[in-house]
């Protein structure tokens, strides 16, 4: 394991964890697309897929200006977020806007986990005088917010009320099943009584 001895050293650690990241978000996004059912939300990772390629090829021409191969090291931490979504995606749900509200917090927890990587890496880049790779880093800082911004207006114009929907529409019906089943208790009561009642007069 390398020695971390300088500001230098630790944003290259930095740049091979992010590298690791984004590669294997190239993986992960294509299956969160695939198990999408809104419109809305496959479109919105089809368009951060595309922007996760250029972040990669970004981060090639980082390490190029830094005089380092560009070589990943594992990301424990995207690994599990990765899992951990495959998990939930897996998962059984009642309706696909349901499964459509866990991606988006899936992808939103990548997202932001991202950020940071990126946020903690452009300051380090700035501190040693690398500005070149800074504004690079930058880009893709950007297109990260906007990809979580895009996913929060997704959940909140579509996936969450169809979610909600669902819902109501399930409550909805059980309260009607009650009612019906209350109203038939009272019906076969009151027939009852009147039953005995007109026993009783016959006798």
């Known amino acids: 394991m390398q020695k971390i001895d300088s500001l230098d050293t630790l944003l290259v650690e930095q740049l091979r964890d992010i590298y690791d990241s984004e590669k294997r978000l190239t993986k992960a996004i294509p299956k969160l697309v695939k198990a999408a059912t809104a419109e809305e939300l496959s479109s919105a990772l089809e368009s951060h897929l595309t922007e996760t390629q250029e ?38 749900y009642e309706y696909d806007s349901l499964r459509d509200a866990a991606i988006i917090g899936a992808a939103q927890r990548a997202e932001h986990y991202e950020i940071a990587a990126y946020g903690t890496a452009i300051t380090h880049a700035r501190l040693v005088g690398r500005d070149d790779v800074a504004d690079l880093l930058e880009e893709s800082l950007n297109e990260e917010k906007a990809a979580d911004e895009k996913l929060s207006e997704v959940a909140e114009s579509c996936v969450n009320m169809d979610a909600m929907s669902g819902q109501n529409e399930d409550d909805e019906d059980s309260d009607s099943e009650d009612r019906s089943e209350r109203r038939s208790d009272r019906s076969m009561h009151a027939t009852g009584n009147g039953a005995r009642a007109r026993s009783t007069r016959r006798r």
Do not use: N, T, W, Y
């Open 55 to 92: 972040q990669v090829s970004r981060l090639e021409r980082a390490f190029s200006l830094l005089g380092e191969p560009a070589r990943g090291k594992a990301c424990a931490g995207m690994r599990g977020i990765i899992e951990e979504a495959d998990e939930h995606v897996g998962e059984a």
